[in-house]
C-alpha cells in the first residue's frame, strides 16, 4: 500500500516563475492538506480540500492556489515566485473530516527559488 | 500561525535516558498529535489522543494530556541514536485543521 507520494522531490525554480508540486494521497484517504515548512520551522498550514473543494485555508497569499481531482490527487500552483518562497513543500492525506482521524505525511518538496 | 508550542526547543541526553518533551496550546482542540521529522524530510506520524483522553502508549513513547493546562507531554523512554529528530506536537480542531508548533530537536548522544 503506498503511502503519501510527492513530485518532485527536488525542483528549482527562479524568482517570478510558476511552479506546480503534486500530491498523491494514501489509499482509502479522501483528503489532501498543504504545509510550507521554512528551515528550522514547524510546517505551515497552507490549505486544505475535500471533495475537490477548498474547506479551509491558511494566512497564505492568492499567489498559492491549489485543485483536487477526482482520483482526490491534488496539486500545489504558487505564482510569481518569491524568494521567502523557498521551503519544503509538505502534503498530507486523511479520511473524512471531522472524524478524529490521523494525516500521513508525503517527503516532501524541497523548493528552492533563485 | 502556530498553535503549539513546544519546550524545550532543543534537548540532548545521553543514550538509554528518558526524553521528555512538552507542548502547550490555545484553543481548544479534537485531538493531539504527535510526529516525528528526520532531517528536514516527511514528518512520521508517532501518535495521536483525542481530546477525551489523557494518557496513551505505544511502544516506547508515552503521551499525556491536560486539556484543563491545554499541555501534552512526550515521553521516549530508553532512548536510541535512532530517537536523533524534530518532534512535532499538532493539535487538530473540528474541521481536522492541523496545525504545528515548531518543534523540539532531540540529540541523542554516544
Known amino acids: 500500500d503506498a503511502g503519501v507520494t510527492q513530485s518532485p522531490t527536488h525542483l528549482i525554480k527562479t524568482r517570478g516563475q510558476q511552479v506546480t508540486l503534486r500530491c498523491s494521497p494514501k489509499?482509502?484517504?479522501?483528503?489532501v492538506s498543504w504545509y510550507q515548512q521554512a528551515l528550522g520551522q514547524g510546517p505551515q498550514f497552507i490549505f486544505q480540500?475535500?471533495?475537490?473543494?477548498?474547506?479551509q485555508r491558511g494566512n497564505f497569499p492568492d499567489r498559492f492556489s491549489g485543485h483536487q481531482f477526482p482520483n482526490y490527487s491534488s496539486e500545489l500552483n504558487v505564482n510569481a515566485l518569491l524568494l521567502g518562497d523557498s521551503a519544503l513543500y509538505l502534503c498530507?492525506?486523511?479520511f473524512g473530516t471531522g472524524r478524529r482521524t490521523e494525516a500521513f505525511f508525503g517527503q516532501g518538496t524541497r523548493l528552492t527559488v533563485v | 500561525s502556530q498553535q503549539g508550542e513546544e519546550d524545550p526547543q532543543a534537548l540532548s541526553i545521553q543514550e538509554g535516558e528518558n526524553a521528555t518533551m512538552n507542548c502547550s496550546y490555545k484553543?481548544?482542540?479534537?485531538?493531539l498529535q504527535w510526529y516525528r521529522q528526520n532531517s528536514g524530510r516527511g514528518l512520521v506520524h508517532l501518535i495521536l489522543?483525542?481530546?477525551?483522553?489523557r494518557e496513551k502508549h505505544s511502544g516506547r513513547l508515552r503521551v499525556t494530556l491536560d486539556t484543563s493546562k491545554k499541555s501534552s507531554s512526550l515521553l521516549i523512554t530508553a532512548s536510541r541514536a535512532a530517537d536523533t529528530a524534530s518532534y512535532f506536537c499538532?493539535?487538530?480542531?473540528?474541521?481536522?485543521?492541523?496545525?504545528f508548533g515548531k518543534g523540539t530537536r532531540l540529540h541523542i548522544l554516544p
Open positions: 498530507a492525506s486523511s
Open positions: 484553543t481548544s482542540i479534537n485531538n
Open positions: 489509499s482509502g484517504h479522501d483528503t
Open positions: 499538532a493539535t487538530a480542531n473540528r474541521d481536522d485543521k492541523i496545525i
Open positions: 480540500y475535500y471533495e475537490e473543494e477548498e474547506r
Open positions: 489522543i483525542r481530546s477525551n483522553e
